[in-house]
């Protein structure tokens, strides 16, 4: 049985836990697979810790060829550009040598600046989303997923889910029955899952189009009940195809798309926080047809309401 080498980098704010999690879910995955006498690879796990010119160096174990290496999530600021650089670099001549490259949240900055993303989908934690996409443009970053499989790139959004890379990759590796008889030693969900679950609505306000702006808060004042794009061009001072034009460029959304994300947020707190019927909750948000309403919902979100309310009811 031959060994699959997986490395972990530690690059500066990496978040310890994480990788050390990653490190344990492959050592179990493993044992499970040994147990079941299935032929596989076993998952040896190394950790990289910087050197003092900045590249990563083996904290244990030989320094060979790794079949893949992880970026775990950081608990500070994305790492700038300049302490990212050697590491990219370096990330970049594994990654030609054969190397599945991978990321947790906040890790995708460092990926990202390997230039291996560019015109390539990637995901990250979506409080981030603002300041990857002004930092990478040239990244197709989706926000709702919570893990993007490229084949020779991953990466997955939210800073807990290191558990559903890992899981990913052991499905890879070591099978489907493996992954799940892992996740349920772990109690952890299977892979599956997305970030839009989790993800609340946060628009982006950063753009210093002032008439815009006052459109936002006009919609942000109404929680999207009132979209009509008339009113708006015209407490904006603006013609409705003008407003309509600036409105997407500035927030990524139509006025209609951005006054359906303010209902679902606000049906979202109510069913989390309350108890009342979904059809009263359609209602309270703005939508006469409780149908209607199901469909906007389930389509922002990834889940009905009802679903909703299961996972999350407070």
């Not at 989706?142 to 991953?154: N, Q, S, V």
């Not at 959004?157 to 559903?164: A, E, F, P, Q």
């Not at 195809?241 to 707190?269: D, H, P």
Request: aromatic share 8%.
């Amino acid at each position: 049985m031959n060994d699959l080498r997986i490395g972990t980098v530690l690059y500066p704010g990496a978040q310890l836990s994480a990788a050390m999690g990653l490190a344990d879910l492959f050592q179990i995955a493993s044992d499970i697979a040994e147990r079941a006498d299935i032929c596989a690879a076993r998952l040896r796990v190394t950790t990289f810790e910087p050197s003092k010119d900045g590249t990563p160096e083996p904290a244990i174990g030989p320094d060979a060829a790794f079949h893949v290496l992880i970026l775990p999530p950081s608990l500070e600021a994305p790492i700038p550009t300049d302490l990212a650089a050697p590491i990219a670099g370096w990330l970049r001549e594994r990654h030609a040598e054969g190397a599945i490259l991978a990321c947790v949240c906040g890790g995708a900055f460092l990926l990202a600046e390997t230039g291996l993303l560019t015109a390539r989908a990637a995901t990250t934690h979506w409080i981030y989303a603002d300041a990857f996409r002004e930092r990478f443009p040239d990244v197709a970053l989706d926000t709702d997923r919570l893990i993007i499989d490229g084949g020779d790139i991953l990466s997955a959004g939210g800073l807990m889910s290191w558990t559903d890379l890992g899981l990913k990759l052991v499905e890879r590796f070591l099978g489907p029955v493996v992954m799940g008889k892992t996740a349920r030693m772990m109690l952890v969900d299977p892979p599956g899952r997305e970030q839009r679950y989790y993800s609340g609505f946060a628009p982006r306000m950063t753009h210093a189009d002032a008439a815009v702006l006052k459109a936002q808060h006009i919609l942000q004042a109404n929680e999207g009940r009132e979209a009509r794009l008339a009113t708006l061009a015209k407490e904006a001072g603006l013609e409705p195809r003008t407003l309509l034009r600036r409105f997407q460029k500035a927030t990524g959304l139509t006025t209609t798309q951005y006054a359906q994300r303010l209902r679902v947020a606000k049906a979202q707190e109510l069913l989390q926080f309350g108890r009342l019927p979904v059809e009263r909750i359609s209602w309270e948000v703005g939508y006469s047809d409780a149908g209607a309403f199901r469909k906007v919902f389930r389509r922002i979100v990834g889940l009905t309401p009802g679903e909703y309310r299961q996972r999350f009811r407070a």
